[in-house]
Structure formats: C-alpha cells, structure tokens
C-alpha cells in the first residue's frame, strides 16, 4: 500500500484499535471525498504462519475493531457465516481438482474456515469485548512455536508451546539445526543422572548441540544482532561464584545446561539464552555443520585439560599412536580431531557399521581391544562401559594416558594398583568452555563430517530419527527446523 504522507500526519492508524486500523485510517478519508484506488496487478504473498488459535484470536481481534469504527454489528453474523460457508465450498471443490495432497488441502480449509467463523462470530456477539487490559495484551502477544517436550520417562510429544520471555541481557534463536545426541534419549529414558537424583525435572525441551539464526535481542545486548548465525554453549554458569572465577565451570551450583538443566533446549522452533554464551559465526560456515560445534567443544576440552599428556611429556613432541575407544559421534569426532591435528588414530568399536564410516581415510580400526592396545600412547574412553574401561586399564602399555569422556561408568569395585604401578595418567572431561567453542568454530571447515550431517528429519518425526540413531542405523542424526542461509 502506498498513502499520502500529509494525509497520515493529519490522521495516522488509530494504536487503539486491536486490528484493522488501515480499515479505519481509509474510511476516514473516504469519508472526506477521498478514494481508495486498487490496483489488481499488484501481487501480493500474505504469509501468517499462525497456529489455529492464533487465526482465531487474529478474527476475533478483527470483528471487535470492525464493531468499533462502525463497519459491521451482529447483525452481520448471520451473513458472515453464509458466506464462510460458501468460501468452505468453493475450497473443498478447488482442492478436489489440486495436484495432490487434496485431503490434507481441505483438511486445512475446513479447520481454517471453521476458526475464522468462530472468532469472528465472537467479535461480533461478544459484550465489553476486549475491555481488560491484560485479555487485550495476552490476546496480541500469544506468541508460540512448535517443540518436541519431554514430559516423563518415554513420554514425548511434539506440541505447541509458548516462546519464552526475552529479559535483558537475552536473545531469541530461531533454530535451524539440533543434533541428536545420546543425552536426548537418556532424558526420554529416565537414566541421566540428574533426574534420577531430582536435580533436573519434567517436561524439558532437549537439545543441547544446534545452530540458528537470532531473531530479536534483549536490552544490554550490543555484540549480536538480528540475523547473525549462531551456536551457544551449552553449560551455561552464574559467573560470579568461587568455583566459576576459578574457571570451573562444571562445578557452578546455579549452573543451567542447555536442554538437560535449568534451562529448555533447541528440539524447538525458537529457544532464548543469555547472550554472554552465544558465538556468531562467520559466513564460511553453514548452520548444519555448525550444529555440531558443541561435541566438537566437549572432545577440544578433554584435550585441553591433558595439557603436557597428549604428547606424552612436556619432552616428547610430534606423532602420537592414539586410541580412540568407541566410534559413535563423539568417538568419531575425537578421531577426526586427533587426525587433523597430525597424530596416528586407532578407532575401536565392536560394531563393524560404525567402524566402517573411516574407511578411506588415514584412521585405523580395530575391534580387539584385549590385544590391539600395545603401542598406543593416549587412550581416549568415550563409551562409558565399566567394562571396555576395565579393559583398557589391564591390556595398556605402561606409562599410558587416558582420557575418560564417556558417561555413565556405573559403580563396581577397583583396584589403582594398575594405574600407580605402571606410571599411567587418567584425566576425566566433561563439558566445555567458550574458549573450546572458539576454537571448535577455528577448526569446522577443516573437518569432514559427512557421516554425521547427512541424515536429516523434520522435527515431527523426531521418534523415527531416535530409533535410527539409537539402533545404530545412523550414526548421527540432525532435526531441521529451518535453515535462513539456504533461503538466501
């Protein structure tokens, strides 16, 4: 639409009225001798992306404005549903001669006529309509979005839930990928540790590995802005506890995991975060590969805290002969890691489809652990198995370094005698860090992770993507709500 600009500094849209208020700003010149010109070639994509009860809401608000600058009463009821009734008609007659999808089409028509009626019939009867100012405000700011929702063990449903409030100091991430992950499903499984000591509760919105694009940014909020691609961490601290000025992160009380703790995740359309843990990416960097910045954080960390032990000693440098134990996507991702950084990579898995994802690259596999450990200087746990770690343990070479990422290893009885008498180290990693994420964002390009983004799902059949990954068919699997780089 195009208007005279004296013509609205004499009379701009009336911020009172809950909808129509072009409807209103032309009947007031019209009313003066004005016209209104319609110009038919002047296409136009008018796109609501509303849920049913918003197009409800959206009628009512509209049949209430039109009661109030005069152009309709209730005596218009009647009328108005006739002709929804013949519009209803015409869509289900047009929808039988479509392409496809004809039921899903009339379907559609049938609930969207049925919901525009209902709400404008509403607005039309209904007395001291809109009159309370909290009705009024709930009535436009009823904003939601879809989400995958836990609500208890092996209760998932994929719903309609409100998008949370944006507070200073936050920013709201349309999500454009999440990565499943192992933790997903122990939280469908009831078995995470922090729900089975009521540290975390039900419902939560899972996902803590995704990528998005921001879409509206809190007061206090100067170093992002709308329509910056991003990744966010996913322990997410208080900053300001004696644990957390130390670095320790993990150890904050009040901390919130993003999709495990405290704090809803990104198996949703939308998921607001504080900003202080929010990465812009470059534009090199696409958001699905981008998705999985947070594993390649959590293996960078447990890198980090070997400090000296990667090489073996602050004197020995160069190639290492390293294994990793275990090849689902963290497993894989360490070896990807400690290839790309020029060390010798040994992967260990008993199931030969996951071990087959490294054929033609400079990664070795082996599925004898007993006997396929001698020579290997840093050993790298990411199964959680007490008893692949009891076997590590025994059959190492002395002298041996490990790294322990995997979670749960369940309690049993041990002896250290293994590990004092044969001089070997035993780090243990969780979590990550922003500067893990920094450098994780360094080094995506350089990765080949194909066997882990290639597998993608619309979000409503999250419980097939579940079932693929955790009967191994997949070794990875991505939910895609929505991806603004390939719109561009």
Known sequence: AAIRKDL???????????????????????????????????????????????????????????????????????????????????????????????????????????YKAYGNARGLLEKFSLQ?????????????????????????????VPIPEIKPGDVLIRTAYVAICGTDLEILDGT???????????????????SGTVVAV????????????????????????????KGNFIGCADRAEVGVLRRDGAYSEYVVTPAMFVHVLPDSIDLRSAALCEPIAVALKGFRRLGPYLNGSTQKTGKQRCAVVGAGPLGHLCALLLDNMGHEVTVFDRDERRLQYFQGSSIHVNNDL??????????????????ALQSMLVNSDPGTTFLLLGLPYAQRSFSFESIVAYDKTVVGSVGSAREDFIEAIRLLPSLKMDHLIDHCFEPENFRDAWEKFRSHEILKGLLKFSDDRELK
Request: aromatic content about 12%; overall charge negative.
């Open 370 to 387: 007993v006997n396929g450990l001698s020579g290997q200087e840093l050993l790298v746990e990411v199964t959680g198995d007490p008893e």
């Open 192 to 210: 995470l540790g922090y729900f089975e000591s009521g540290m975390a509760k039900y419902p939560i919105i899972p996902g803590h590995e995704f």
């Open 132 to 160: 309370n100012p909290e009705r009024r405000d709930a009535l436009f700011f009823d904003r939601s979005c879809k989400a995958v929702v836990i609500e208890g063990v092996n209760k998932a449903t994929f719903t309609e």
């Open 218 to 245: 809190g007061n206090n909020v100067s170093d992002i802005k709308e329509g910056d691609s991003v990744v966010v961490e996913c322990i997410q601290s208080c900053g300001n506890c004696p644990q957390c000025n």
């Open 8 to 114: 609205w500094e004499e009379y701009p849209f009336d911020p009172a009225l809950p909808g129509l208020e072009d409807i209103d700003w032309a009947k007031f010149w019209m009313e003066k001798g004005y016209k209104v010109v319609y110009e038919p070639q002047a296409g136009l994509y008018h796109i609501h992306e509303e849920t049913w009860r918003q197009i409800k809401r959206r009628y009512y608000r509209e049949a209430v404005a039109a009661r109030w600058i005069g152009i309709k009463s209730k005596r218009h009821v009647i009328l108005d549903l006739y002709s929804e009734m013949i519009y209803l008609a015409e869509d289900i007659v047009s929808s039988l001669f479509s392409g496809s999808n004809k039921l899903y089409r009339i379907h559609e028509s049938v609930l969207f006529r049925f």
